[in-house]
């Protein structure tokens, strides 16, 4: 098998309202795997399901080629969007107690956390509890005690909200790390622009409904649109202007008289780059020519607004 | 070997609690506020009663010369040769408790319809019972006088009594001691509804702290949540129990070094049924050797406690576990605790109840229709129930079959409610900024 987790048309409602309708989505091996869409839109609702916290009314979920089943949660590690430690629990006591809740024995446990105490030097805060410590440290626990079993499959909901810019990178890291040994990972989050740099494959969830799943790479490159951003450097940029304006879209244009610099935008008809690059590098210098890529977010509000038209 | 996950979820609860600062102070100090409570309550009420009242005697007939003799509470004064207003006026004015007047008549039966009592504010029982005791005696002695009885036969005749009382198994029993027994299963009753309280609260704030701290969906990804509820109800009352056996225990000491004290020869005791079996030979008067303190210990000793005690924890395990799976539930619906006032209300119901009827219908009639109703249903019966036990099972106390039904209600019961309880657990830990009502929670039963 090549897909950790495979959902077939998982649907869950909650009295009358429908938390997923319908979704199905696979994520492949020792991926990094993107769950986005806004609030309300279900993701959490999947996550549940995939740790068992809540079952579907109807559809199924395959973890590693096997029905899911309780044993499996041994081998997921879910780090919550509302997370939280024992206060007056210290901080050892609380970790080797979460550990064991996941099967771990308890040397195993002692172990695997001085390790992670180490890498991540906090070594010297075992004894303190955790209402000593702040919100930066706590969570860097809870990181250790989301990955400490060593699980085949991370789940990270909203995970760099409440993160300072250092600790979220040194957990970026270590995100990155496992996902080098093996392990696969989603990444949950509202956010769409926190994540797109790490993601490899996406699904985008709107009103309980995946609207659009796939390899990043290849729905960014389905939802280019031959958009171009440009700059030139030219004498009488405003009539050159003129002159492309008539053959071609163009957007956001600005012209530097000082400079001699003019930006814009333009849609290319497609295969028609070569012709166009050629027909500019004749007519100026060609400071910059790039492909502006939707972001996700971008394609996130084109696909919902395509939707809505069509219905 | 990993550890069993309901058993690592019982040690935390358990820890958790029992490591408390609060913990140990209770466990320690609440017996020395119990006791001090009692005694402060005893001497309220001496203070109270205590004041020795004085009442003026204005006599004007031939009559109760001789009978007006000062107790410990009421002394008399005897007022000579006023007029009534005079004797009003110096009662009022040297501040006595009242002036009783007994008027110049030909007949008893007619001074004592004519006589009064004045005082400045209605009189108390304390007052007048004495009184109308006095005139209740003369006017007895006159009537036995007039149908031949002398005063010297009614002296004879006027011995006080005592019914010796046994059951029909010939065991003899102590006046009183009923209401002692009633009053240690009234105790023991109690206990069970201040430790529902207490450890329920615990329970409610135990999961309100892991839904607050946010620590809950991290701990469910690994358990599911009827474990989570579960360890945590008995790891709480595991807690409660030791707390109790911490008590007994000392109590048990303590009431040992009373016997010790007050001499009472514990040596005879351990055969209590020679002097218990053979009622008929000692029905009365009492046996000489036994003085009536030894007696009543030995009829403390003879109440079945082995039986008390291991149905005591029977009851108090099942109630408890009832009443806080109903607690971890109510946690789990809320943000905070201000917001639990609704739902504990109709808790305390019950249990108030129990003790209520307990000590208004168990006391007087154990075995009466009000008191086996209650006994029975299954929200009451941990608290009406161990009321009666003090009684024994069996002949003269609970028949066995109450017994046997309500601890089969209870455990019913509790399957029924743990599972209703454990669905709105489920949902409710989730939920967050809702102020949940009853119809949003009737409907997270259906999720």
Known sequence: ?311 | MPMNKLSLIIKREYLAKVRNKSFVIMTFLSPILMVGMIVLIAYLTKVNDNQKRIIAVFNESDYFSTDFNTTERISYIFLKDLSLQAAKDSTLGLGFSGLLHIPNRNDLEEVAQNAFFYSKEAPSNVVLDPLEDIFEERLRQRKLIDIGVSTEDFTTINDKFEINIATFSGEQNLKGINEMKAFIGGGFGYLIMMFIIIYGGFVMRSVIEEKTSRIIEVIISSVKPFQLMLGKIIGTSLAGITQFAIWIISASLLLFGIFLIFGIDLTGLSDPSAIASNPMSSISPLPPTASTMQLYAIEFLQIPWFMLISLFLVYFILGYLIYSSIYAAIGAAVDNETDTQQFIFPIILPLMLAIYVGFFSVFSNPNGPIAVGFSLFPLTSPIVMLMRLPGGIGEGGVPLWQVILSIVFLIVTFIGIVWLAAKIYRVGILMYGKKPTYKELYKWLKY
Not at chain 1, 35 to 44: H, I, Q, V, Y
Not at chain 1, 166 to 177: F, H, R, V
Not at chain 1, 196 to 224: M, P, S, V
Not at chain 1, 269 to 295: G, K, Y
């Open chain 1, 1 to 311: 098998m090549n897909n950790i987790l495979v959902a077939n048309n998982v649907t869950k409602k909650f009295g009358s309202q429908i938390a997923l309708n319908n979704v199905s989505l696979v994520i492949p091996k020792n991926s990094i795997y993107g769950l986005l869409g806004p609030n309300g839109a279900g993701k959490t609702t999947l996550i549940r399901i995939i740790n068992q916290i809540t079952y579907p009314d109807s559809g199924e979920v395959i973890f590693d080629g096997e029905l899911l089943q309780p044993h499996h949660i041994a081998l997921i590690g879910y780090l919550p969007e509302e997370r939280g430690l024992y206060k007056s629990m210290k901080v050892g006591e609380q970790a080797l107690y979460l550990a064991q809740l996941k099967g771990l024995s308890k040397s195993d446990a002692n172990q695997k956390l001085k390790y992670w105490f180490d890498k991540l030097e906090i070594g010297d805060w075992w004894n303190r509890k955790i209402q000593e410590l702040s919100k930066g440290m706590a969570q860097k626990i809870q990181f250790i005690v989301t990955v400490l079993h060593e699980p085949k499959l991370l789940i990270f909901d909203e995970p760099f909200s409440g993160f300072d810019p250092i600790n979220a990178n040194i957990i970026k890291d270590e995100i990155i790390n496992l996902r080098e040994k093996g392990t696969s990972i989603i990444f949950s989050t509202h956010r769409m622009e926190s994540v797109e740099e790490l993601c490899e494959y996406i699904t985008l969830l709107h009103n309980a409904e995946k609207i659009l799943d796939g390899r990043l790479e290849d729905i960014k490159k389905e939802y280019k649109n031959n958009m171009f951003r440009v700059g030139l450097e030219l004498e009488n940029g405003e009539n050159f202007l003129e002159l492309i304006s008539d053959k071609f879209d163009i957007s956001h244009s600005q012209y530097d008289m000082n400079r001699k610099q003019l930006d814009f935008t333009v849609q290319l008809p497609t295969d028609d780059t070569r012709s166009f690059l050629a027909f500019l590098s004749s007519e100026s210098i060609i400071n910059n020519f790039v492909e502006t890529i939707p972001s996700v977010n971008d394609i996130f509000i084109q696909t919902v607004q395509r939707k809505n038209a069509h219905e």
